[in-house]
């Protein structure tokens, strides 16, 4: 039923009547909950888009040992380790599908730029080569130029 003004059908909260403690405001977050139920610490505020880039940063330019230590610290966030993990694999492997994504996540996927035909063919002309053998034909090849 739609609804139609002065319509006093239906539940009216009051000061009085109000709906039950549990389904009012924001839900609560269960997986705080779970956290401190299993592992009884509370959760950190986890890292910022800042923090992963810097991470990132500091992997793309790190040495081939500090990449190898990194990757075996058991202390290290969780990212940071994944992705030292995964450059280190792909060294090993002859690769560099983590460090291209991590640079086009970045700077951007390098865009194909045409600069000589603005996205035509290109038209290749035919060169004429004359073959001469001797002084005569070169001045007669030159005659020929001249009165064209």
Known sequence: M???????????FTSDKQPPRDRVGRKRNTFKDCMKKVFNKTIPNGMSEEDCERWEQFLIGAK?????????????PIYALNLATAIVA?????????VDAIYQRHYGKAKKLDLTTNGKDMQVQAIQVEV?????????????????
């Open 132 to 148: 001469i053998d001797s002084r005569d034909q070169i001045e007669k090849s030159e005659e020929d130029d001249d009165e064209e």
């Open 2 to 12: 739609p609804f139609d003004k002065g319509n006093k059908i239906g539940n009216r």
């Open 90 to 98: 792909d060294m090993k492997n002859g690769r560099t599908n983590t």
């Open 64 to 76: 081939k040992s500090e990449l190898e230590s990194m990757a075996k610290n058991p202390d290290a």
